[in-house]
């Protein structure tokens, strides 16, 4: 144990690593104070509704992600980077992560002394694996081990594969991906599928989500479901609502939202995200949604020149949030409610001051903590904003 601000703390390298500042926090004391910092930041809108909390705060992260390298006495070591740093914390088992993940990592570690298989160094360019990658289907059980190499070629690799299922049968696909540039990215462009079918699938409010190396997925599937069942609730969808998916991904909430609306329309840059969202609705005979390559503000605009009609908007922007760009499409559309899912509550005030000059009205907002242990500001928000009738 490591002692932190005074008070003794159940991670040896809470210190070094700096992903759980609050680790020596009691779970409810986190939660008190979340909900009171996000309180304070939305008095000017409305009163939030009580903040959404685990009920098992621990492992819940669903991607694990290990950098490997060397220490002075050129052991493998495995772990993550110190915060600011390139120097690599070794970390064996972690308090938020999956555990069959890390168990993974470790044996990956170990496997590399028997093939003789050395890690990547990055000031030297020399050596093979850089990072292993794990993500898990939380409620399928499904596991991806990506193994991150800096050149194509990895020797034995039939035999590394052998092994490593031996140690862990329950394994259900292995990717080779290869990032020979000097990039903080963890992932290259180039991938090979050596085990199994190359992605994995979990389960999200009653739909089945196809996962990939690259895939945006929510690394907290429980407090996931949680949040995307208050954003629907806020909705409030009848079964005849035309709803835009602004920022879709790989169209997960407007997949879930398609069983209550007429028409669910999702709008996404990412050309591979838009590929995964049309899989995903295919896997889930999903026929009232259609999904499109675009500037989501861009798309707004044209849609309000065509005059048609969007009774709901749901947007879940990155941390940087929304422009003024993207609301004034919204605003233009006029739809009657939108609801804003937020992974930054400070860009989300933002964006809201902007929307209460044009008349909409803040009428509920939750907090839902998807990061335990981690930061104050690592808390979602969900928000449901009205257009009064008087605005045209």
């Not at 740093?85 to 972690?94: L, Q, Y």
């Not at 329950?170 to 199994?196: A, C, F, H, P, W």
């Not at 020149?305 to 919204?330: I, T």
Request: hydrophobic share 35%; net charge positive.
């Amino acid at each position: 144990m490591q002692k932190k601000s005074g008070v003794q703390s159940p991670c040896r390298v809470a210190a070094e690593c700096g992903g759980c500042k609050w680790i020596h926090k009691p779970y409810q004391e986190q939660l008190a104070l979340k909900e009171k910092w996000v309180g304070e930041l939305m008095q000017p809108f409305c009163k939030i509704e009580p903040i959404v909390g685990m009920e098992n705060p621990m492992y819940y992260r669903n991607k694990v992600h290990a950098v490997f390298g060397e220490d002075r006495r050129h052991n493998i070591i495995s772990g993550i980077y110190e915060e600011g740093t390139h120097n690599i914390v070794p970390v064996d088992s972690c308090m938020i992560e999956n555990q069959k993940s890390d168990a993974i990592i470790v044996s990956v570690r170990e496997l590399l002394k028997s093939f003789k298989i050395r890690p990547y160094n990055e000031d030297t360019g020399y050596g093979l694996l850089r990072h292993v990658l794990i993500r898990t289907g939380y409620f399928t059980g499904q596991i991806m081990v990506v193994l991150v190499l800096g050149s194509p070629v990895m020797p034995s690799k039939n035999n590394f594969v052998k092994a490593l299922l031996k140690l862990h049968p329950e394994i259900t696909t292995i990717v080779v991906n290869v990032n020979n540039r000097n990039t903080s990215m963890i992932l290259g462009d180039k991938e090979q599928v050596i085990y199994g079918k190359g992605y994995i699938e979990d389960e999200l409010c009653g739909k089945t989500f196809r996962i990939s190396p690259k895939s945006f997925y929510q690394v907290n599937p429980v407090q996931t479901q949680k949040l995307y069942g208050k954003a629907l609730e806020l909705a409030a969808l009848t079964g005849k609502e035309t709803v835009v998916d602004a920022y879709c991904g790989t169209g997960t909430i407007g997949l879930i939202a398609s069983d209550k609306a007429g028409k669910v329309i999702g709008v996404e840059l990412n050309q591979d995200a838009v590929k995964d969202a049309r899989i995903n609705a295919k896997r889930n005979n999903v026929n009232n949604i259609q999904f499109y390559q675009n500037d989501a503000g861009k798309f707004l605009v044209e849609m309000a020149s065509q005059e048609a009609k969007v009774d709901v908007v749901l947007m879940d922007p990155p941390r940087a949030g929304s422009d003024e760009a993207f609301l004034g499409s919204v605003v233009k559309i006029g739809p009657e409610k939108i609801v804003y899912i937020s992974c930054n509550p400070e860009t989300l005030v933002r964006d809201l001051g902007y929307l209460k000059k044009k008349g909409y009205q803040v009428k509920k907002a939750v907090p839902v903590d998807m990061f335990p242990y981690t930061d104050l500001k690592h808390v979602e928000m969900v928000c449901l904003i009205e257009k009064p009738c008087s605005v045209q």
